[in-house]
């Protein structure tokens, strides 16, 4: 069945360290792939979308994604995390068949200590 | 308006009632779509519509699962005979138009059937 992953479900960080959240997907056409946010009691945000061009996406707040086609992957990282980044990140994915709905993964909890 | 806007944001339902969840999205914004999420997992696709029209209502999980869009603004979620599984937060999200745009999203309406 064709699907979304994201590997790690909970991740704890200490400020200043560096993030990687993975994310798979199974769909075999062209895909556009996107990462929202979530913070807490906050309603979905866009963070960042890959469409087509340059695999390497610049987000909002430091994020960029990487879009790996051979690996079918679109990482999501950044360099250096604060404690606002505490929130659930979701990758997404939406298969180019004409629709538009998007497939979610169960999401990633990233948790910033201080 | 600013956003999407969802009322009410909570319900509190018996097993067996009818419920009308509303979704009134961005001004202009022609695609409007319906997501489910249950608790520990990804926002799950309903139905969306271009216009006043449901283009993809694959993801209804069955015809207990309604949703209209009369004037191709405002639309309305509608589950009879609810069930204690129905229990989720129901999302909308609207774009500019259906094809590969991003989606915007509405805070939810928290569903509990009990």
């Known amino acids: 069945a064709q699907s979304v992953s994201q590997h790690n479900h909970h991740v704890i960080l200490s400020e200043a360290a560096s993030l990687e959240l993975g994310c798979n997907y199974s769909?075999?056409?062209?895909?556009?792939l996107f990462w929202y946010v979530q913070y807490p009691g906050q309603h979905l945000q866009l963070l960042l979308k890959y469409f087509s061009g340059d695999p390497l996406v610049k987000g909002i707040k430091g994020f960029e994604a990487e879009f790996i086609k051979s690996k079918f992957s679109f990482n999501l990282r950044k360099p250096s995390v604060q404690w606002s980044d505490t929130a659930e990140y979701f990758c997404a994915v939406n298969p180019q068949t004409g629709a538009n709905n998007l497939f979610f993964g169960t999401g990633t909890r990233l948790t910033v200590i201080p | 308006g600013a956003g999407v806007s969802q009322t009410p944001s909570n319900k509190v339902t018996e097993k067996g009632k009818y419920v009308e969840l509303r979704c009134d999205p961005i001004s202009g914004h022609t695609a409007l779509y319906w997501y489910r999420q249950s608790l520990g997992q990804g926002p799950e696709f309903l139905i969306y519509?271009?216009?006043?029209?449901?283009?993809?209502d694959s993801g209804l999980p069955n015809d207990r699962f309604f949703a209209v869009r009369p004037e191709g603004s405002v639309s309305t979620l509608k589950i009879q005979r609810t069930e204690r599984g129905d229990s989720a937060v129901y999302l909308c999200?609207?774009?500019?138009?259906?094809?590969?745009?991003?989606?915007?999203f509405g805070p939810g309406t928290r569903l509990t059937v009990l």
């Open positions: 519509f271009q216009g006043t029209g449901a283009a993809d």
């Open positions: 769909y075999g056409g062209t895909v556009n």
């Open positions: 999200a609207s774009s500019p138009s259906y094809n590969t745009d991003t989606q915007y």
